[in-house]
């Protein structure tokens, strides 16, 4: 049995005795400052924290940044300061960035720390007293009442129709009733399924009770939340590993050739000094140092369409995770569905009817047989929304705003009071009988209010001066044994036993549809007024059956379609009921024919390896614990899957944390859940994560294509110098046209691909595999052969050109230099398919575009005007020398194009 489960089969006089307490008198304040030296302050542990010197000195310890400060060191001895200004001011960058997103990750404990409660009501030495949560020890007695934030665990011993919200903790979607009683069930008990239970940072929403303190601090249920964030690392994102990985690969081979240049050329007769400067060159060339920068551009300008399409990122490399996820766990209630419990199904006078409308909206019709019914003209639907709206203690509320630049009125509802008893003031507002209407028309006289052992609720309204009437609602069983007729054809009649068996069949064909339901009853009332409630509460008129349910969001069926068309699962863990659970599932798509539903339970007794099987079919978990939600992470990690976690409460802030990539909802999401996610949904709307898994894609692609791009000219430049070499060649690029080539081609045209659009197949190919290397399909074949031949075509253009005048050197390099600039503008073009240059068009990214001119236009430049001729070593070119330089440059896109349409590029597999 789990420590938290130990108390709830423990009678009074057992947990008394346990905790030396006497509940009359509680606690001597002697013997609870000794309790509290012993066990410590009530309080959830922040654990170890770095200082935020030591956050942003840990964002310089990463291997491309000390690549990067190489570069800086490198640029400064050759005396090209502004790149060396450049270097630093990205380094610097992605520190202040990184530093950002990791000293706010600090604040998710903060924020779990203010769900405790300040204050708490306490007896001791025999009085009731208001003392700090945080002096509170096991074995106080403490006193709860509505609106109280319940602050420690409590074991309950005496709840008078409590019921305390815990949908933050447990996913519940609605108050959960409480009890002073003992409960039985076996080792391992639901936390959601605990009724004499109330748990640190709940909140009571009705009634009162008195529990005795059995846990405190970190050793409560949030404080086992606290400790999972505090012990779960954060995954590196795929981006970060890839990036890391070429880093490792530059440097290595980047040097490598470098040095073979050099040595080679030495060993040609060149000048040893002259070859050092080339191949420093060569080196700042070779490694991308604008490569941080880019992948940063291309980040923050996905984040700002994201953005635009209601996903706010929090952690830049996060955002192309989502292109590789391949199961989304999402939490149920208020992602999946509304959060808004809504009417649906009525049954009366022999008749079933839906409901349409959803959410608090009051907008909707009653359907029966495909045919609307009316209130005003059916007046057994009257009386029952009658007795709905009336024998109701909540208010639906209707709020107006202004938005937008003309100020357009915006409407909203919401309801004030008991989700359950909301949901009957909107099916009411539905026909017509509005709150306010009704109480102008009937008067309240007396209450008996809803008992959680007699689960009903009644109202004596009085209309005029004669005419009484005893309204209750209640639950369907319980009810039907107090009545004696039933409202047919809006007449009393006798209620057979019959009539019994059909009612309570009805009530179990709504229960199997998921649906919670309540029964309507009502008494003429004639005499005086009744006492007690069960005088008052018997010989009652049965009117009907209400089923309600967290209904799903309307847009999230189509959301799970293009999900399963993109290869990514949807996995619904909710910590609400097995029955719910199975039943929205359904409805949305997300439980499939031969898909498996896991309770709590059943996942508690369940191997590690024989979990492991079942977690592919697996597609709805059910009332599940933190514990549980974070095992399933894991497990699913495990298997290879990249897995988006999405949830609201603090009872999903570890997994989201665990997750590939956390998604917390943006309205009704706690601040514990905003601050362990990496993306938070400003609508809430689990659609959003498939425009944002859309966006991801994309900018992993865009990533993917400058990279390209950058290593293949990188290697092109670093041929044509290695090939010279070898052939004992003069050299074909001097130092400054290297590092002009890196300037100048590697910026723009690179952050150019950085706002690619998405191709058009980006949501209809599986997720890509998150250990497949960055040069995976086809990305490395691109590198080397299009380098290869950029290499190869500029080095013939040299030769070719100095061959035919020897003496003239200047003009053969000139020719050279315009050639690798102007293959790199017209490759920068074929980077921008996964296929080949011939399938997009290259006109349609007029960022691109306008680059490649802006580049072209720059080469222009050094070429022919005349104060720049003598630095950048070049001379002007005729018609003849053009023609060349355009053949030369031209050729490697257009020959490798054709080999992409001979030699298709594989499509990514999923291996998780």
């Known amino acids: 049995m789990s420590e938290g489960s130990r108390y709830l089969d423990w009678d009074m006089e057992k947990l008394t005795t346990h905790f030396d307490v006497d509940p009359a008198e509680g606690l001597e304040h002697s013997e609870a400052e000794k309790r509290l030296e012993k066990v410590g302050p009530n309080q959830l542990a922040e654990g170890q924290r770095l200082s935020p010197l030591a956050l942003l000195l840990n964002q310089f310890k990463d291997f491309m940044v000390l690549v990067l ?11 090209e300061y502004t790149d060396a200004i450049a270097i630093i001011a990205i380094v610097l960058l992605n520190a202040v960035l990184g530093f950002i997103q990791e000293f706010r990750a600090e604040k998710s404990l903060k924020a779990l720390k203010e769900l405790s409660a300040p204050m708490a009501r306490v007896k001791r030495n025999g009085s009731w007293k208001r003392i700090p949560a945080a002096e509170l020890v ?3 007695i403490v006193s709860i009442e509505s609106g109280d934030r319940i602050p420690a665990d409590l074991r309950l011993i005496h709840a008078e129709n409590l019921y305390i919200e815990e949908s933050a903790l447990t996913g519940e979607s609605v108050p959960v009733s409480k009890t002073g009683g003992v409960i039985r069930g076996g080792k391992e008990i639901a936390l959601g399924d605990r009724k004499n239970m109330a748990f640190l940072g709940t909140m009571a929403v009705r009634g009162t009770g008195v529990g005795v303190v059995v846990f405190t601090g970190m050793k409560t249920e949030m404080g086992k939340i606290a400790h999972l964030i505090q012990t779960t690392e954060s995954m590196q994102t795929p981006l970060q590993n890839r990036l890391e990985q070429l880093g490792k690969v530059l440097i290595v081979v980047s040097l490598f050739l470098t040095a073979v240049v050099v040595l080679t050329g030495i060993v040609h007769g060149h000048d040893a000094y002259k070859m050092f400067l080339a191949g420093v060159s060569l080196a700042v060339a070779a490694i991308p140092e604008g490569l941080p920068a880019i992948v940063t551009i291309a980040l923050a300008l996905g984040v700002q369409r994201m953005i635009r399409r209601r996903a706010i990122v929090r952690k830049l490399p ?14 149920k209630t208020g992602t999946l569905t509304q959060n808004k419990m809504t009417v649906t199904h009525l049954w009366l006078d022999g008749r079933q009817l839906e409901v349409s409308g959803s959410g608090y909206k009051p907008e909707g019709e009653f359907i029966f047989d495909g045919r609307k019914v009316n209130p005003g003209r059916d007046p057994g639907l009257k009386r029952l929304l009658e007795v709905a709206v009336l024998c109701n203690n909540a208010r639906l509320i209707r709020e107006s705003s202004r938005e937008g630049m003309l100020r357009r009125k915006q409407e909203s509802w919401r309801v004030d009071g008991d989700p359950t008893e909301g949901a009957l003031m909107v ?3 539905k026909g017509g009988h509005t709150g306010e209407a009704l109480e102008k028309e009937w008067k309240r006289v007396r209450e008996f209010p809803f008992d959680s052992e007699r689960k009903m609720m009644s109202v004596l309204v009085e209309k005029g001066k004669g005419q009484r009437v005893l309204m209750t609602k209640g639950a369907p069983d319980v009810l039907l044994n107090r009545c004696t007729h039933l409202l047919r054809g809006g007449r009393p009649v006798p209620l057979t036993e019959a009539m019994r068996e059909k009612i309570l069949s009805h009530n179990d064909q709504l229960a199997a549809m998921a649906l919670r339901n309540l029964a309507f009853a009502y008494r003429e009332w004639k005499g005086v007024e009744p006492g007690r409630e069960t005088e ?10 209400a089923g309600m349910i967290d209904p799903p969001r309307e847009e999230v069926k189509k959301a799970i379609r293009t999900c399963r068309r993109a290869g990514i699962r949807t996995v619904m863990i909710t910590g609400d009921h097995q029955t719910t659970a199975v039943a929205i599932a359904r409805q949305l798509g997300i439980l499939t024919e031969g898909g498996l539903t896991v309770s709590g339970n059943q996942l508690q007794r369940m191997s590690d390896r024989e979990f492991e099987q079942k977690s592919k079919n697996i597609q709805v978990y059910a009332r599940v614990s933190p514990e549980h939600k974070l095992k399933i992470v894991k497990a699913l990690q495990k298997d290879g ?5 999405t949830g609201d409460g603090v009872n999903d802030a570890p997994a989201i944390k665990a997750a590939d990539i956390g998604i917390a909802m943006g309205i009704t999401g706690t601040d514990v859940s905003k601050e362990a996610s990496s993306l938070i949904l400003s609508d809430d709307n689990f659609a959003t994560i498939v425009s944002a898994i859309e966006e991801g894609r994309s900018i992993y692609d865009n990533i993917r294509k400058f990279i390209s791009y950058l290593l293949a000219s990188n290697v092109g430049e670093i041929l044509v110098m290695f090939l010279a070499m070898l052939a004992g060649m003069p050299l074909p690029l001097v130092p400054i046209q290297i590092l002009w080539v890196n300037l100048v081609t590697d910026g723009l045209p690179a952050m150019a691909l950085g706002v690619d659009p998405a191709e058009e197949d980006t949501m209809d190919r599986p997720p890509r595999n998150s250990r497949e290397s960055i040069f995976a399909r086809g990305v490395g074949w691109k590198i080397v052969s299009r380098g290869l031949l950029i290499g190869t075509f500029t080095l013939a253009s040299f030769w070719v050109a100095y061959q035919e005048a020897p003496d003239d050197l200047v003009r053969a390099q000139t020719i050279a230099f315009a050639t690798l600039v102007l293959a790199q503008l017209i490759y920068v073009f074929d980077c921008r398919s996964s296929q080949s240059v011939f399938h997009r068009n290259p006109l349609n990214n007029l960022p691109l575009v306008l680059a490649v001119v802006s580049s072209a236009l720059l080469l222009l430049v050094v070429m022919y005007y005349p104060p720049l001729q003598p630095i950048f070593h070049t001379v002007s070119l005729g018609f003849r020398e053009w023609a060349l330089v355009v053949a030369a440059s031209a050729l490697p896109t257009l020959l490798a194009g054709l080999i992409d349409l001979i030699r298709p590029v594989r499509q990514p597999v999923h291996h998780g």
């Open 69 to 79: 400060l190489a570069a800086t060191l490198v640029s400064g001895l050759l005396g």
């Open 138 to 140: 096991p074995g106080d």
């Open 318 to 331: 996060s955002v192309e995770t989502l292109g590789c996820a391949s199961v989304i766990c999402s939490d």
């Open 427 to 429: 099916v009411g507002a």
């Open 536 to 545: 008052a509460e018997r010989e009652l008129v049965f009117v009907g059956l």
């Open 641 to 645: 899957d990249v897995v988006a976690m």
